[in-house]
């Protein structure tokens, strides 16, 4: 008698809080994970202190910008899995904010490689799987920046690259409906400026992040459990018929 297989998740930006919260999520669900991480014995650390057991996790480590590297390793990791990546969360991103005229186009460039190109590097990757699988759920997190213009909100490059994800989001969710593959987007607001999302050095960033909260229903910030908990819906069976949404996680900010 064969043995049902679990499903295989690939989590990108792994030792975020926000990775983290969602792995202990899925491993609850007694889902396997291939967690992408640039520091192995750090994200180790992370886990245990997170009470998250290393079993049932694969840690690829790379730098996603290195983009051959990371497929070998990556394609290595599935192949140690049984060929099978059922579940793809791109949580990785990163908080660029700079006024346009102080923006070079370097800093432009870093904003595109940390919010898009990545993801979209990682997804060629993993799509092949779903498709030869006929099923399979990716789930992308933006921001309520990529579709919303905030005052005194100084991350033009940011809120373009984090627009292209969702619009990513959208194109490739019919390209693949066919395949029986969903692609959905995430859109975080405000969160904790504690989290490990924000540089907490950088007085002016976290003075702006904090009035944001003027604009905002409910009065305070949000956080990565509540976050995972919207990928995690989006990522399961739950929303099966659900494809090519934009859910805002956000406290009502763009109502």
Not at 62 to 76: I, N, Q, S
Not at 108 to 113: E, I
Not at 171 to 200: H, Q, T
């Amino acid at each position: 008698m064969l043995l049902k297989r679990n499903k295989v998740a690939v989590i990108t930006g792994a030792s975020s809080s926000m990775g983290r919260v969602v792995i202990k999520q899925f491993r609850e669900e007694n889902i396997d994970v291939i967690a992408i991480t640039r520091d192995k014995s750090k994200f180790e650390r992370m886990l245990e202190q997170d009470g998250t057991a290393l079993e049932g996790i694969n840690i690829v480590e790379t730098d996603v910008m290195d983009f051959e590297g990371t497929k070998e390793r990556l394609e290595a990791a599935i192949a140690q899995c049984g060929n099978r990546a059922n579940i793809l969360v791109n949580a990785m991103g990163k908080f660029h904010s700079k006024p346009m005229l102080e923006t070079s186009m370097e800093d432009f460039q870093a904003a595109l490689n940390d919010n898009l190109l990545a993801i979209f590097s990682i997804t060629k990757v993993v799509l092949p799987y779903m498709v030869m699988q006929r099923n399979g759920s990716i789930v992308n997190v933006s921001s309520i920046l990529g579709f919303k213009a905030l005052q005194n909100a100084s991350c033009v490059a940011y809120g373009a690259a984090k627009a292209g994800l969702i619009q990513m989001t959208k194109l490739l969710a019919v390209e693949v409906a066919p395949f029986n593959i969903r692609v959905n987007c995430v859109c975080p607001g405000i969160l904790n400026p504690v989290d490990d999302k924000y540089d907490g050095n950088n007085y002016v960033e976290l003075h702006m992040v904090k009035n944001f909260l003027s604009m905002q229903p409910i009065k305070r910030f949000g956080n990565a459990t509540e976050i995972a908990a919207a990928i995690t819906f989006l990522a399961g069976e739950k929303s099966a018929w659900t494809t090519g949404a934009v859910l805002t996680v956000d406290g009502g900010m763009v109502l």
